[in-house]
């Protein structure tokens, strides 16, 4: 499916004026997990520590709560972080999410077992761009 044709859209990219240099997306979930969205992003290694990722978070952030767009009122976004990827833990914390949980061991990478860090963002906590 192409990304343009999405219904809602959930993926996004990050760019500059020149070109893509990373992207960020929504997964939904289902039944009783309904009202919680996951996020992800990448962003390219030249354009790291530059504050770029913590904006596109914040961004994506606002727009789950406070757009009609998606057609759902979501109560919490959440996002995995691997063991080690302090980097990702900060761009959550800059932009509000908070560790709730460490799932031990429960992601295999690169021959090895690391834990998965669980962070997230209720609604009622987000102050927008203000965070």
């Known amino acids: 499916m192409l990304v343009c ?7 996004f990219a990050i760019a500059d004026d020149n070109e ?14 309904r009202f919680s969205v996951e996020i992800g992003y990448w962003l390219a290694e030249p354009f790291w520590g530059k504050g770029i990722a ?6 994506l952030t606002d727009f789950v709560f406070n757009s009609d767009k998606i057609g759902t009122r979501f109560n919490r976004i959440f996002a995995g972080v691997f063991e080690g990827n302090t980097a990702s833990e900060k761009v959550l914390q800059k932009a509000g ?4 949980a460490v799932l031990r061991k429960a992601v295999y990478k690169k ?10 963002i209720l609604k009622e906590e987000w102050n ?4």
Do not use: C, M
């Open 111 to 120: 021959g090895k077992f690391l834990d998965q860090h669980i962070y997230s």
């Open 20 to 33: 893509l240099i990373g992207a960020i997306g929504l997964k939904l979930q289902e039944d009783v997990n």
């Open 54 to 59: 913590v904006e596109a978070v914040k961004a």
């Open 97 to 100: 999410y908070k560790r709730e």
């Open 5 to 11: 044709n999405q219904k809602p859209e959930l993926n």
């Open 128 to 131: 927008g761009w203000t965070q």
